[in-house]
Every structure is written in C-alpha cells, then in structure tokens.
C-alpha cells in the first residue's frame, strides 16, 4: 500500500455566499434520488500539490503523475453524495493555460484552492494574484472556497497565520464570512467529507440568517 | 449504423487510455492505453480500397461474470485534443442488452484547451440487474451493447461503439 503523506493541511474556509435550494427541492420532493453530484475546480500553481491531494483523496497511488497539460476531473465517492473535482492545470510562468482558467469555471459549484507554502516569494506572489482573480471572477465570487496550504511539512513551508496575512485573507480584509479553520492530517477521504459537511451545514445556515 | 464519419472529428480528439476499477475495493479491472504514435501505422498502405469504417471507434470486452455484480466503478479516460479550443466536451453513452436499454449516461467534460491532455475518472452506478437478467448477459455474450456519443457545442463529432461478454474465466 502505497503511503503518500502530505502532512498537515490547513484549513480556511471561505463562505460568500451560496445557492443549494435545487439540491434540497430534489432531497424533498418524489423518490429518493440518485447521489446527489458537485462539481468543484481545483486551481493552483503547479507543483502546489492538487494533482497529488486528488490522486490520495480517490485512494489512487499517485505515481506517475506528471504536469497537468490539460484538466484532471475525479470523482471522489462518499456515501451520500459524489465530488466530481476538476484540477485544471497550469505552467509555471506561462499565461497560455492560464487564460484559460475562466472557461472552466462554467457549472462549477465550489472551488479549492491549492498552495505551496514552501515557494518562494515570487510564486507566492503569483498565486496570490491567481486566487485573487479567481475570488472576483463574476462565475466564482458567489461560491465557497476552500483554500489549503499546502506542503506544510516542508522546512521553508509559512505558517497558517503567515500564508492569510500574505494572501490579505484576513478577515478584515476581505469583510468575508469567516467559518473557520482547523488543522488536521490527511487520511483518506476523511477532510473532503469534513469540508462537504462543513460546507452544507453552512448553507443551511445561510439560508436561514437570510430569511 | 455509425451516426456520424470518422471525419467529423474535426477537433482532433484522440482517446489514449482507458482504465476501470471497483470503487469498492480499488481493484483495477481493466487498462488499455494507446500506443504512441511512433508505434502506429496511421497511413492505410491497403491497395484494395478496403477501409474498416470501425477501426478506432469499435472495442469489444470481455469480463468475468462477476463484473454484473459490481456497484459502483470508476471510469477513467484520457484523451488529447488537436490544436483548436473544444467547447462544451459532452458524451452521451447507452448500455443496452438485446433492445433493453439497460442505463444512460450523461457528462459534460466542459471546455477543452487546444493541445491538451485531459483525464476524466467517472463514476458508474451500475443499476440493479436481475438474476434472470444477469444470467441472460452472461449466457449471452456480445449481445450486451454500447454506444458512445460525443458532442461539441451540440454537434455529433464521434460514436464509438463497444460490445460486452461477461464469460470470462469459465
């Protein structure tokens, strides 16, 4: 069995806010209905880690994994429902592909964010101005976010509080609504599942507080 | 029979590999990659004037019986796209047994970026087959069917088509 550790991951969870009433009038009306699907994008510079995260999340060994040149669409399986993750792939420096990000973004319902807390200050630079882009885009704004920090067990990797300050996700910043954030070691499919229950309680309680 | 040409694949969209496993357990039931393209023969050197209109676009499977028993299976396939942007990648596919239309699958791949390799792992949730119906396919074999459509912004560019014995290992 093939071990792939990726150490600590943090957690930000981002919520702006969100539509999930065609889920919940499906739950409610006529018989029981097949699991329910979501299409999330993966975004982040390469070498940032997502093909990886992906490959251990789907109980895949990730050898083999090369650059994506192209999208990486995986569909991780949980009891009640299925993620069909898209990772979309990006060149070190080069625009080309990631011009293209935008047209991915169509039917997306959330969106993950990977970083390499150990890069340099350059490439930090550019992914924050990747997430950045990615937070205003018209198709994203309106979706949660999960930001994880990636490569955390690497000697030169920032701290939680260090990554948010450089990034400007501080709360104050962003006037965001902050739904918090925790620590906690990758096995499996555990944190995804963490994240969609997170992610589901939170629209309710949207839901409610804009009533 | 083919609902469209080879031709008409004028995205240049090129499947490269193939590989299914049980979900269940992870068990990789089947790989498949093309080989590269160094190793093919692409121009037809056939004087005869003979061309096999299935070449590319036709598989034939063969599983164990124990294949009709799984739930759920993951699907994953590569492919690559020639050098023009692909929008609204769909495929359409029907599994049939005989004339029963056992299930149908629908997926959007979305956008495509010229020159790109692309990978898509799908879910299968295979319906609840009966006995008597499990026994048919297996009893049965290349009698269980599939067709593959292939969509760009709405317009048929592919078919493949595949068919299914499940008598393996007997």
């Known amino acids: 069995l093939f071990c792939y550790r990726i150490c600590e991951v943090f957690f930000f969870l981002f919520l702006f806010f969100f539509f999930w009433q ?3 009038a499906l ?7 097949p699991r329910p699907e979501y299409d999330l994008v993966c975004i982040g510079l390469t070498g940032s880690g997502k093909t990886s995260l992906l490959s251990q999340l789907c109980s895949e060994s990730p050898e083999n994994i090369v650059p994506t040149t192209g999208f990486s669409i995986k569909a991780v399986p949980f009891q009640n429902a299925i993620l069909n993750v898209k ?3 990006v060149l070190k420096g080069a625009d080309t592909i990631r011009k293209y990000w935008s047209r991915y973004y169509q039917g997306s319902q959330g969106v993950i964010f990977v970083l390499d807390s150990a890069s340099s200050e350059d490439d930090l630079e550019t992914a924050r101005n990747e997430l950045h882009s ?13 930001i994880l920090a990636n490569h955390q067990d690497k000697p030169a990797a920032r701290s939680v509080q260090e990554v948010k300050a450089f990034f400007y996700l501080l709360p104050t910043d962003m006037g965001a609504k902050w739904n918090g954030e925790y620590e906690c070691c990758l096995s499996e499919c555990q944190i995804l599942m963490d994240i969609y229950r997170k992610i589901n309680r939170a629209r309710q309680s949207y839901k409610l507080w804009k009533m | 029979d083919y609902l469209c040409k080879p031709e008409d694949n004028i995205y240049n969209i090129d499947f490269t590999r193939f590989k299914i496993r049980d979900l269940e357990t992870g068990t990789v039931l089947f790989e498949i990659a093309k080989p590269s393209a160094s ?3 692409y121009e037809d050197e ?4 003979e061309v096999d209109t299935s070449a590319g676009r036709f598989v034939r499977y063969q599983f164990t019986p124990a294949f009709l028993r799984l739930r759920t299976v993951g699907a994953t396939v590569e492919f690559t796209v020639g050098d023009k942007p692909v929008s609204n990648f769909r495929m359409i596919e029907r ?3 005989r004339d029963r239309l056992l299930k149908n699958f629908d997926f959007d791949f979305g956008f495509c970026i010229p020159s790109s390799r692309n990978t898509c792992e799908h879910i299968y949730e295979f319906p609840q087959l009966s006995e008597d119906l499990i026994r048919l396919m297996v009893e049965h074999p290349y009698e269980t069917r599939s067709d593959s459509f292939y969509f760009v912004d709405n317009k048929l560019i592919m078919h493949n088509k595949a068919d299914y014995a499940y008598n393996g290992g007997q």
Request: net charge negative.
């Open chain 2, 39 to 41: 190793e093919q023969d």
């Open chain 2, 95 to 97: 599994h049939y047994f």
């Open chain 1, 22 to 24: 065609c889920f919940r």
């Open chain 1, 27 to 33: 739950c409610c009306k006529g018989p029981p209905p």
């Open chain 1, 87 to 89: 990772e979309l792939g």
């Open chain 2, 46 to 49: 056939d004087d005869s004037g």
């Open chain 1, 134 to 146: 990615a937070l205003q885009h018209p198709q994203l704004c309106i979706l949660p976010f999960l």
